[in-house]
């Protein structure tokens, strides 16, 4: 294994550290000024014109839909292993990847189009989120059964003819909340009497289809997350042409797995880049801050968080390096337990790291004057996002005791 950066990464390395030192940092109070800014005004779900004009710039600066390998819709798109240190980087801010279209749901959903969409679902959807123009959603999650097991799924996709009808309540579906959100992908039941792995299937949605409805959205540990958002959607006897349904009855399941799999591992890059930006803070504080007559950076407690601060970012990335190596080399399905192992390790690193930070920054951790608050609760959502660390160790499990 050969973790070295590509002359192609490394160029794309360079020009996305100094795009952000340029715009992303800088600007990371205004974004939410003008978040809090349309919240005041009474409507907090608008997009935000700054990140807008951010995104001229990523696209002019050619860093864009680097998320994507092997699509022709997409040249610029990366292997995993090329797209991971740049993934990091963007994860450094919560907002930064929808700068440069490289945000979920989008590149997951963007990932089940160009894999499993026919040329007329390419033609509407794909190439406008490519081109960054419209935003989706995916809504597999239900507030009714444990989630963590997708063979639960109640939602109902019947055929009525020409059609689907399809009923149900889906929530945490993230991104529903943006105003340009055109389609959601929704994962319901076409035969509930087949093999339990063949019941789901998946269909495109446009999102202003008669009988949807937004009953509201979901705060994660008190923030909104606006204009992005987690909303609760009902589904009421809402149809759509028979040929919005992906490949075909019964192929939900497995296009979920396909999905999933990229998208946890950029989950994981993020949350590396989280942990990062979280360390740097710790030392910038520690080295500041002074407590009964040394700084904090001069007593052990804090020496010792920080070297294990250090250790433990520097093992995650290194098994994310693997795994998207893995991925890259033999595929996503021989690479499930590494993408399983680092689903589990990453964001629990970055729990740990984010809040010796905060403990580091004392009240000033808590409060939004600097992101660790934020950053926490994005990283304790992902220890249930994309599945649970039980379902994630429970899988891991069964592949070793295979293996023996």
């Not at 997009?47 to 390998?69: D, Q, T, V, Y």
């Not at 801010?93 to 499993?116: K, S």
């Not at 028979?242 to 497995?254: D, H, K, P, T, Y």
């Not at 020496?303 to 795994?323: V, W, Y």
């Amino acid at each position: 294994m050969d973790f070295a950066y590509s002359p192609r990464c490394e160029a794309l390395r360079q020009r996305l550290l100094a795009f952000t030192a340029e715009h992303i940092l800088p600007n990371e109070a205004a974004v939410m000024a003008e978040i809090a800014a349309n919240r005041a005004a009474g409507n907090a779900w608008q997009h935000l014109h700054l990140i807008e004009a951010l995104k001229e710039k990523a696209r002019a600066a050619g860093l864009w839909n680097l998320f994507l390998p092997e699509c022709e819709l997409a040249p610029e798109g990366l292997s995993n292993q090329d797209y991971a240190p740049l993934a990091e980087i963007m994860g450094r801010t919560w907002w930064a990847p929808e700068v440069f279209n490289c945000n979920a749901p989008d590149t997951g959903n963007m990932e089940v189009l160009a894999r499993y969409g026919s040329a007329a679902h390419k033609e509407r959807w794909l190439k406008p989120l490519l081109a960054g123009e419209i935003r989706s959603a995916f809504l597999m999650t239900e507030p009714q059964v444990a989630s963590s097991d997708a063979t639960n799924i109640e939602c109902s996709i019947r055929r009525d003819g020409d059609a689907y009808i399809i009923n149900g309540r889906k929530w945490w579906s993230s991104g529903a909340g943006d105003p340009r959100c055109a389609v959601y992908i929704v994962m319901g039941k076409t035969d509930p009497e087949a093999p339990r792995h063949e019941q789901q299937s998946m269909i495109l949605v446009p999102a202003d289809t008669p009988g949807i409805t937004v009953l509201r959205h979901l705060p994660v540990f008190g923030y909104d997350d606006a204009p992005h958002g987690h909303m609760e959607i009902e589904l009421k006897d809402v149809r759509v042409p028979a040929e919005n349904l992906l490949v075909g009855e019964g192929q939900g399941f497995a296009i979920a797995q396909g999905r999933l799999g990229p998208g946890r591992i950029h989950h994981c890059m993020r949350s590396i880049g989280a942990a990062e930006r979280a360390l740097e803070l710790m030392v910038a504080r520690a080295a500041s801050r002074q407590a009964f007559g040394k700084t904090l950076s001069q007593q052990t407690v804090w020496q010792e968080r920080i070297a294990e601060s250090r250790c433990a970012i520097d093992q995650a990335r290194l098994l994310t390096l693997k795994t998207a190596w893995l991925m890259d080399k033999a595929g996503n399905k021989a690479a499930q337990g590494e993408i399983a192992m680092i689903k589990i390790v990453a964001p629990n690193m970055a729990l740990k790291v984010i809040d010796w930070a905060i403990q580091c920054h004392g009240g000033m951790g808590v409060s939004d004057d600097v992101p660790l608050a934020m950053m926490w609760a994005h990283q304790r959502t992902l220890r249930l996002a994309d599945g649970p660390d039980e379902v994630h160790r429970n899988a891991l499990a069964k592949l070793e005791l295979a293996r023996r």
